[in-house]
């Protein structure tokens, strides 16, 4: 027996890997923002309202960038196409843990630049309309006795309320820039708060996907035929049971059903993308409890191998169906049409053993030409030269 051990990599929808790009993105922006806002307070002399969410800012655009760079890297050793490295990022298990804290953090600054924001309204009604005290300019009282001495202390009954507004104060909380300054990073930081816990409950999600279905070790048992498979395999003679690769005993045929919308469907998209003038694919699965053999709800029709690489799972095999127009060494125009059985090696033995089962059940009832066994999304890169060379 071979015994194989693989990383199992978050099995997500080609939809979200766009979203959670266009998040992170909005996300280095909007930090970039903070910073700059931040920044320009701080030099033109005034408070500095965002002391709290420069470093936290910070903090989430250096993870965000370090994701874009894993992005990156992983991209050009998966042959540079961007489709190809969506969902091969950092480990959604790291998320998790970052995400948590970013989210926690910004619930924290949001709620210093809320109390900020409410310490700046008042001190604007105080500054602007209680009386200064004419011993010290500093101060600002409300309810003064002029027949009391001056200098009787603020909290002995001289004055009612007094309030700490030296000028320099006054004019700051009364500018119309420190004020819209304030409104702008709380603005800012509630978003990055909805970006952020947006990311962590779907980094869950995918964590919680990747361990329900990680495998321990993936066991393959040798062959029980007395041979090994080969062009003339089964053989002729009626000394072996009628079963490996290329037939489907009657048995099977009964164990997997498919709908009748599921082959109009089949029958549909074999005479459309016959005339198609570029490639076109849809993606079948077995669901595992009916045994039926369909497409998933989305009913997507891939236009390119990227998309189909973004959405093949790392862990499950599929069947894919796919037209793929191209024009022969010949020079002549030709539209094969194709069952790419997708198989890895991540996949259990009895997903193995099902898909196997069912394959020419489905090549017979979508009518292909042709089977081309796929083990990872990269093996598509060479569908084309494949073709070709039929």
Known sequence: METQRQVVQPVSSRKWQMAKIALQSASLAFCAAVIGISAGTFWGGNYWPGMLMVPVAAATAAWTIAEFVTLLVRRKRRGGSAAAAAGRG?????????????????????????????????????????????????????????????????????????????????????????????????????LLWAIHFT??????????????????????????????????????????????????????????????????????????????????AVIYYIDKKTYEIKQDDDKVVYKSLDEIADDLPDNTPRYILLSYPLTLPSGRMSVPYVLLYYLPNTCNAESRMMYAGAKELMRNTAEVGKVIDVESPEDLEDIPNKLSAE
Request: include cysteine; proline fraction near 8%; hydrophobic fraction near 35%.
């Open 90 to 190: 950092i480990h959604p298990g790291a998320h998790v843990g970052v995400q948590l804290i970013i989210f926690l953090a910004m619930i924290y600054v949001l709620f210093y630049l809320c109390m900020l924001w409410v310490s700046v309204q008042r001190s604007v009604v105080r500054c602007n309309e209680w009386e200064r005290d004419p011993r010290n300019p500093d101060w600002v009282v409300e309810g003064h006795d002029d027949d009391d001495d001056l200098d009787v202390s603020r909290h002995s009954g001289g004055y009612t309320t007094s309030y700490y507004c030296p000028e320099s104060r006054r004019v700051l909380v009364n500018s119309k820039s420190f004020q819209s300054a304030v409104q702008a990073l709380i603005a800012l930081c509630g």
């Open 199 to 280: 990311l962590f409950v779907r980094a869950c999600v995918e964590t919680q996907r990747r361990n329900r279905l990680r495998p321990a070790g993936v066991v393959y048992p040798q062959p029980a035929w007395p041979a090994p498979y080969g062009a003339n395999y089964p053989p002729n003679n009626n000394n072996f049971p009628q079963a490996g690769p290329g037939h489907v005993p009657s048995s099977e045929a009964r164990l997997y059903t498919f709908s009748q919308e599921t082959k109009d469907h089949l029958r549909k998209f074999r005479l459309t993308t016959s005339r198609a003038s570029g490639p076109q």
